[in-house]
């Protein structure tokens, strides 16, 4: 079969790949949508040997074939997979935080094979089926709406809050999205793209503003102290120093981004503010929740979608293209040249 493969150093080849047969407890899927995530960009920019892999870990396929063992699905069923391969043994297994597992792998990052194939494998446990009425094309944006939701539920947010999110890109999105319609009064939401700005209004936010541009410092000024949450997704220093400043005493500032550099922390504003910080790793349970949202509309994902290519074109037309053109969101791949016609 079809499989792009990362050789590190910015590398990445389409080759063929054998897959090796499916074991008791795994699903062998076909891959029809796949997302190219930041991190697939990062580690394709990442300068620097690893071990051969095949990337992609947001996607959408139908069941090919299904282990001995395997009950909760079956072949023809449509599916979206949680990319978490994680032991269940360790101590923070046993707890019930799964996404922090000791022995965390992640499907199609730091595993050997990866979505942005014609075909995958993964445990049963990982897969999610999906009803008849959610487009494969949106359920491939599952796992990134999986983040935001898992942030949210993790958070002390209520419905009534008024919250902020820092850095709409997809996920960010997502997340404004989400806050909508669970009860979130008012949404502030930063980018410094027009585009992003304009589709954060279209999926429920009230406020939104470049925080580079000229008038931000006077917007920032006018906003202090009116938010009970922040949800930070930029990974820039200038928002997490901006989120102290927005939000009210005991308001809770979550960090979803990975910043690529130390922050500096405000600590006198936080203890005088008694502010608290929440990190949010990934997802933990999730995935039915976000299918049924997705399915029923209340997320509204579709249009978060701004490109789609075919497996061949990965590089160029996708991964290439999200370096260079800061109006894209979410690039989807498919193996199937015919779904682009």
Known sequence: MKAARNY????????????????????????EWAGIC??????????????????????????????????????????????????????????????????????????????????????????????????LDVAALAEPACIAAHALRISKFKPGDAAAVFGVGAIGLLMVSLLKVSGCTKIIATARTKSKRDLALKLGADIVFDPTAPEAEEIIKNLANSVDLVYELSGAQQSFTMAFGMLRVRGELVMISLPQNPFEYPAWIAVNKEISVTGSKCTNGEFPMVVELLANGSIDAAPIITKKIYLDDLVEEGLETLIGDNEQLKILVTPKRALLI
Request: aromatic letters at 8%; a negative charge.
């Open 38 to 135: 930041g991190s697939d960009k990062h580690s394709y920019e990442r300068k620097a040997p690893r071990p051969v892999f095949t990337p992609g870990h947001e996607f959408s396929g139908t069941v090919a074939e299904t282990g001995a063992d395997v009950r909760r699905v079956k072949p023809g069923d449509r599916v979206v997979v949680n990319p978490l391969f994680f032991c269940g043994k360790c101590p923070t297994c046993i707890q019930g935080y799964s996404n922090n597992c000791e022995n965390l792998v992640m499907f199609g990052l730091n595993g050997i094979y990866g979505a942005f194939a014609e075909e995958t494998v993964v445990r049963e446990t990982m897969v999610t089926k999906i009803p008849d009425n959610l487009p």
């Open 8 to 31: 590190g150093n910015g590398d990445i080849r389409i080759e063929d790949l054998v897959l090796p047969p499916v074991k008791a407890d795994e699903v062998r899927i076909a891959v």
